[in-house]
């Protein structure tokens, strides 16, 4: 019997697969900012490092840092989709895996990184059960995960349009565990009930500014409003479509740009 989370993790599957090959733009470099500064305080003494994965790595923008921050350590990264992991860097070692079963022995890396991954997870506590299996001990581990969201005027000229072109509602939420993984206090409880101590958890700033054509584009591919104009029947779509960018183009530059804060978080597999 398919379950819940089984159902879940094949819709996200199913979606990152399909967005691959145009994910690898301004948005997926926004995010690989994130990677980079985690990777950073995650691996202040690279040399010592060993092994060292990305899990949910898409299209591999943060695997070279890794490999400079690292460069004695074999570099790996896992992804759910295969087509994510075609877009990365062909000279890294690449796994095509789920976060809740990675296929690694126990105690074997030095370093696991997961920015923007957790959120997706259906059952959050067997991920951080199974990054810490595969964690040595004292291992690093650390994760960057939406917290809250300034008001964004392009997203509601957006959504309204949507709205109002009569667009179903999402059919597969895919951020089943963001009440835990936006929740300091929840969060920290959650890894110290895997197994992790010397968790640290900082607020950082995140800030992303496309153009009215770049915003347009990106939420035709990626998130739940593209899952929702999806469903609608082709000639209301693109009806759809032409209403919107009418509408977006009366904003000014400054309404799409996207801020809010994001958590940093890292911990120790004790």
Not at 247 to 269: H, I
């Amino acid at each position: 019997m398919t379950t819940g989370g089984e159902k879940t993790t094949a819709a996200i599957r199913a979606n990152y697969s399909r967005v691959a090959t145009t994910y690898a733009g301004q948005w997926a470099e926004t995010l690989a900012r994130h990677g980079r500064a985690l990777a950073e305080r995650l691996l202040p003494d690279g040399r010592a490092v060993r092994w060292v994965g990305e899990v949910g790595c898409g299209p591999g923008l943060v695997l070279a840092d890794l490999e400079r921050l690292a460069p004695d350590a074999q570099v790996v990264g896992v992804d759910l989709t295969e087509e994510m992991l075609r877009q990365a860097p062909a000279r890294f070692d690449r796994v095509a895996a789920d976060a809740q079963a990675l296929p690694f022995r126990s105690g074997v890396l030095d370093a696991v990184l997961m920015p923007f991954v957790l959120f997706h997870v259906p059952d959050l506590p067997r991920a951080l059960s199974e990054v810490h299996r595969t964690l040595v001990t004292g291992g690093s581990f650390g994760a960057v995960t939406w917290f809250e969201h300034d008001p964004h005027r392009a997203y509601e000229v957006w959504v309204g349009v949507i709205d109002e072109y009569g667009a179903p509602p999402d059919p597969a939420p895919q951020m089943p565990s963001h009440d835990v993984t936006s929740n300091p206090g929840r969060f920290e409880t959650a890894l110290q009930t895997a197994g992790f101590g010397n968790v640290d958890i900082t607020v950082e700033r995140f800030h992303h500014q496309p153009t009215a054509a770049q915003f347009l584009a990106h939420s035709q591919v990626i998130g739940a409003m593209a899952r929702r104009i999806e469903q609608l029947p082709p000639d209301r779509r693109t009806a759809c479509l032409a209403a919107a960018e009418r509408e977006l183009s009366r904003l000014e530059p400054d309404d799409f740009t996207e801020g809010g804060t994001v958590l940093y978080v890292t911990a120790k597999a004790t």
